[in-house]
């Protein structure tokens, strides 16, 4: 039996890649700096290791991560959210034999870094929107000519976004700041699984009901045009490892154009089938593919009834948000491991009690202690 460690467990795409993992005949276990997580009472996670969150020491996170690792017997590591980046420092100093599934941190920096992304991607001749860091001259042109939006180069869950109507004065001024072109459109989301290079299998999937700008119902997308096509093209010919995530504004037209890129797992985890992605997770080169789920909607349940709530008196709104809510399949129950899904309010109290007793909001508080900012050393 093979051991997996996931560097995260308080998010539902870990307590998916763990279920995953599980199903492939794995001994899961979890490392997060919080004591309490949504994959801690999982029937499917061997055991569950606290340790130093990487935004407190970089280094310590690092050794608690080496110690489970030579303690445990460990095979494989698997990074699931922002600590990827902090996770990819590991893989000079992994014994040998243990692999982990996750690019360089060069490569991880540069998809990551908004800008520098759009950059890449421009030069690889691929749709993208006009985009500046805030200190650059043509980004006071941009948000001059048409609405624009403002984001930090380094973000994630909407965190800092701010949308723009042409002619209102930049409120980022140096290379932090990020100015994009504004879009219309449909999004949509794509999540890859990359084995050096070669795509494994991807998944489209659109937002159907939203915690601001973080889908919380989502549902499959089969025919994604030339998004799909976008994806193969800019895969092939890299040399990428791991999840690879983007985000994508569709016209009426049909041309997909992509917005950023976020090199981790995401929502999409939950349309692959939980058995063959693990069976891909364990041994990549040996995959075809990976099967997709039989269901096409899924759900943050809690957080979409929330939501369909807080559209109470919008009547319109609230029977859609209602109406998505009945068509999705939540995505932490599963009758034969109920536990994450009946304790997830307490094992989630480490994200509730700052997002309910300070400013941060629920994307801050969960991304607080792991975010990356652009250390690439």
């Keep these: 039996m093979k051991t997996v460690l996931l560097t995260l467990g308080r998010l539902p795409k870990a307590l998916a890649i763990a279920r995953a993992c599980r199903a492939a005949r794995c001994r899961v276990l979890i490392a997060d700096p919080f004591r309490w997580h949504l994959c801690k009472p999982s029937r499917d996670v061997h055991k569950s290791f ?61 998809l990551h870094h908004k800008r520098d992304f759009i950059a890449l991607a421009a030069r690889r001749g691929l749709a993208v929107p006009d985009t500046f860091t805030a200190n650059e001259s043509a980004a006071k042109e941009l948000a001059q000519r048409g609405n624009y939006v403002e984001k930090p180069v380094h973000s994630c869950s909407g965190i800092g976004l701010r949308f723009a109507k042409a002619g209102e004065p930049l409120q980022a001024t140096t290379e932090d700041g ?23 299998a991807s998944v489209f999937y659109r937002g159907r009901v939203f915690a601001g700008t973080v889908a919380i119902c989502f549902e499959r997308v089969d025919d994604a045009g030339s998004a799909k096509d976008w994806v193969s093209d800019f895969i092939t010919g890299s040399d990428y490892n791991g999840f690879l995530a983007f985000d994508f504004i569709v016209d009426d037209g049909g041309q997909a154009r992509a917005i950023e890129c976020n090199p981790r797992a995401t929502s999409g985890v939950h349309f692959f089938d939980m058995a063959s992605l693990g069976q891909a997770l364990l041994d990549p080169d040996a995959a075809a593919t990976i099967e997709l789920s039989r269901e096409t909607r899924y759900q943050w349940a809690y957080s979409t009834l929330t939501e369909t709530y807080a559209a109470l008196f919008r009547p319109k709104e609230f029977a859609r948000r209602f109406k998505e809510m009945r068509r999705a399949r939540d995505v932490i129950w599963a009758a034969r491991d109920p536990l994450p899904f009946l304790l997830m309010t307490p094992m989630s109290w480490e994200i509730l009690w700052p997002a309910m007793t300070s400013s941060l909001s629920l994307g801050e508080a969960t991304q607080r202690d792991i975010a990356w900012f652009g250390d690439r050393s």
């Design 178 to 200: 990020l100015v994009q072109e504004h879009l219309d459109g449909d999004l949509i989301s794509s999540l890859s699984v990359v084995s050096h290079g070669r795509e494994v």
């Design 50 to 110: 606290r340790v130093t969150a990487p935004n407190d020491s970089v280094d310590r996170y690092l050794q608690d991560l080496l110690a489970i690792v030579e303690e445990e017997s460990v095979d494989f590591v698997i990074p699931i959210s922002e600590e990827a980046l902090h996770v990819a420092k590991l893989a000079d100093r992994l014994p040998a034999g243990v692999g982990l599934w996750a690019a360089e941190l060069p490569q991880l920096a540069e």
